[in-house]
């Protein structure tokens, strides 16, 4: 898992932190921006973040028993955010460091989409969380259907695994006729793909949990989360 890998003084924690910090960053900032900082703050507090998190080592203080890694990553940055309000000074270390890549236009792009009302910041964190986790396993989808010479069969059937989005299905015929390849065999390329695109899924919530039996709590958690942020949190 990457959480234990992280956690670990191997040579390679570092990076199994970056990678971390990559795919997460975006909910991050935007509960920073949520929390009243401008988008010049929250790129500084962000980025000392990941820095805190590093050179302190607090990944090691993670309780591996308690497994969630998204409310450690959370309640760890809450805690960043008190401290560093309370000493009163915007010299944030990640100001003259950058840890991780922040594309902070693209992250200003998607906040001005979202619109303003009564949902916690904690809450939109969690469903931004599940928007990164769930576009990493596309991700990955993608990447093992190109590098398996069937980059055309993901692009004609990745619509049929974005169910949420409110958008009506393709036809079963116009996806067969695509790949020229008859309905039958057009479901059952949809129904591989969904397949795996579930295992991913689940394999990217179990890198950022201590034990395999917190996966499905998590699933219920993070979709409870996209279910209350009702679609308007864009990825």
């Known amino acids: 898992m990457v ?3 992280a956690q670990g003084q191997a040579p390679g924690a570092p990076e199994a932190l970056s990678e971390i910090c990559r ?3 975006y909910p991050l900032y935007g509960f920073v921006r949520r929390r009243g900082h401008t988008p010049e703050e929250a790129q500084d507090l962000t980025q000392g973040f990941f820095l805190d998190l590093l050179e302190r080592k607090a990944l090691a203080r993670a309780d591996p028993l308690k497994g969630k890694f998204r409310a450690f990553l959370l309640g760890s ?3 960043y955010l008190s401290t560093e309000a309370a000493r009163a000074r915007c010299l944030k270390r990640g100001g003259q460091v950058e840890f991780v890549y922040l594309d902070a236009e693209a992250a200003e792009d998607h906040m001005r989409l979202e619109p303003v009302d009564a949902l916690t910041p904690e809450k939109v964190f969690d469903a931004r969380w599940a928007i990164a986790l769930l576009g990493e396993a596309m991700h990955r989808l993608h990447e ?3 590098a398996q010479g069937k980059a055309a069969t993901f692009d004609a059937l990745k ?3 974005d ?3 409110g958008q009506e299905l393709p036809a079963y015929e116009d996806a067969a006729k695509a790949l020229r390849v008859s309905v039958g065999a057009g479901k059952t390329l949809i129904h591989r793909l969904r397949k ?3 295992a991913l899924v689940r394999e990217e919530v179990a890198r950022t949990v201590s034990d395999v039996v917190d996966i499905d709590a998590e699933l219920h958690e993070l979709c409870e989360a996209l279910v209350a942020t009702e ?3 864009t990825s």
């Open 77 to 79: 940055l809450q805690h």
């Open 23 to 25: 795919i997460y960053w």
């Open 3 to 5: 959480l234990l890998s």
């Open 231 to 233: 679609g308007w949190i």
């Open 159 to 161: 619509a049929f695994l």
């Open 163 to 165: 169910v949420g989005n």
């Open 196 to 198: 795996r695109y579930t």
């Open 144 to 146: 093992e259907y190109a």
